[in-house]
């Protein structure tokens, strides 16, 4: 399921944000973007997303930036090191019997002097900050997800309701078929015998017999339709179904595949195709819920 959320928040002279999206997948997978140190992080954020998204690619991005505040113009510059620098520079070019010509503008070439909001003094004080930001992107991201979910809910409803038309009329077909069976038996030995051979009745019988356990369909019909009483369960259940549910629609497949196999009638073989197609877009849309 698609989806995207973000949190923000401002506090101790940084600004923190962070973005998640998720794509449809049949599994979790988890990739985020993040100052490198908050590396040491990444499982700890990985659990936190799986806690509440159980299926699907979710790609993230953390940025942690200094805020310079009022009456602070030295926020986001390293101070100390600066001052190391000057003064093992001073001490190199008094030995040297060099020229003592730093100037302020000197100092925006001193390494690390500037940090531009990549550098973070504290990493483990920002830790609750940032998982609460992780955490309002994750509501954000589940209210679309929902939203989303919902409509697939409303689609896969009256895809079912379609497939469990075709099974009540394949139900309707399946009695008919050994009665027509025995009819084209009988045309056909009426035309293979001559007139004065008569038919052994109770061969016939047995034969038809057999025919009729051989294509009964009816254990089949019977699982198919406690297929469907138990995805109306976890449609009204809610929550975490996406495997469940595919789980189901593979059964359905199986059993209307077999349904297929032993009815042995042109009329009952479209209903199956017909009902294969259907069945194939549920589980389309299956794979794409949580």
């Not at 035309?191 to 009745?201: A, G, R």
């Not at 059993?255 to 009815?263: P, Q």
């Not at 042995?264 to 299956?286: C, M, P, T, W, Y």
Request: net charge positive.
């Amino acid at each position: 399921m698609t989806g995207f959320g973000r949190g923000e928040i401002t506090k101790k002279g940084y600004k923190i944000t962070v973005e998640l999206s998720s794509v449809n997948r049949k599994q979790f997978d988890f990739n985020i973007s993040m100052p490198r140190e908050f590396t040491s992080y990444e499982a700890k954020l990985s659990s936190l997303v799986s806690s509440v998204i159980k299926r699907g690619y979710v790609k993230g991005m953390i940025s942690v930036e200094r805020c310079a505040g009022k009456g602070n113009a030295c926020e986001g510059m390293d101070l100390k090191s600066a001052e190391l620098q000057i003064e093992a520079m001073r001490e190199i070019a008094e030995k040297l019997s060099l020229k003592d010509d730093l100037t302020a503008s000197s100092l925006f070439k001193v390494r690390d002097f500037i940090k531009n909001g990549r550098s973070i003094d504290e990493p483990d004080q920002l830790w609750p900050d940032i998982e609460s930001c992780v955490r309002k992107a994750l509501r954000k991201l589940k209210e679309m997800r929902t939203f989303e979910g919902d409509i697939l809910e409303k689609d896969i409803r009256k895809r079912l309701k379609s497939l469990q038309k075709i099974c009540t009329q394949i139900a309707r077909i399946a009695p008919r078929v050994p009665v027509c069976y025995k009819r084209m038996l009988e045309q056909r030995l009426k035309k293979l015998l001559k007139k004065e051979v008569l038919v052994d009745q109770d061969s016939l019988a047995r034969e038809i017999a057999l025919f009729a356990d051989r294509c009964d369909i009816s254990e089949e019909l019977t699982r198919i339709k406690s297929h469907f009483q138990q995805t109306d369960k976890i449609l009204i259940k809610g929550g975490v179904c996406g495997r469940t549910f595919d789980f189901i629609c593979q059964e359905m497949f199986r059993e209307i595949n077999t349904t297929g196999s032993k009815a042995g009638n042109a009329d009952i073989s479209r209903h199956v195709i017909a009902f294969k197609a259907g069945l194939e877009a549920v589980r389309e849309q299956v794979q794409n819920i949580e």
